[in-house]
């Protein structure tokens, strides 16, 4: 069985950083996409990054790029997302999410991704 365990969610001002963790248990394949999505309160879940943990290349959404950095230590099974210069705007819950044995581009579309976390909140304030 698969799990996903984020965490590093908080409250912190505009301008200031955070480091979300995704902890990923269970049956894995070296060969896969790991993607950061996140949903405001009224929103449809967006994608915000992906890595594909076979050889490293990352993904973004153009509105993280340059803010947020997507990492991974596959020792510790665990992707990151460093998320600076945060904005008000940046505020929702925040989902890990795996796409089992893809090969090329990872997406950033949600609808690809067939395993999911419960989500970490982030909130940032004006």
């Known amino acids: 069985q698969v799990q996903l365990v984020e965490s590093g969610g908080g409250s912190v001002q505009a301008g200031g950083s955070l480091r979300l963790s995704c902890a990923l248990s269970?049956?894995?394949?070296?060969?896969?996409?790991m993607g950061w999505f996140r949903q405001a309160p009224g929103k449809e879940r967006e994608g915000v990054a992906a890595?594909?943990?076979?050889?490293?290349?990352?993904y973004y959404a153009d509105s993280v790029k340059g803010r947020f950095t997507i990492s991974q230590d596959n020792a510790k099974k665990t992707v990151y997302l460093q998320m600076n210069s945060l904005k008000p705007e940046d505020t929702a819950m925040y989902y890990c999410?795996?796409?089992?044995?893809?090969?090329?581009?990872?997406?950033?579309?949600?609808?690809?991704?067939?395993?999911w976390g419960q989500g970490t909140q982030v909130t940032v304030s004006s």
């Open positions: 999410a795996a796409l089992w044995l893809w090969v090329g581009s990872c997406p950033i579309e949600k609808s690809a991704y067939g395993y």
């Open positions: 269970g049956y894995t394949v070296s060969s896969k996409c």
């Open positions: 890595i594909y943990t076979g050889g490293g290349s990352t």
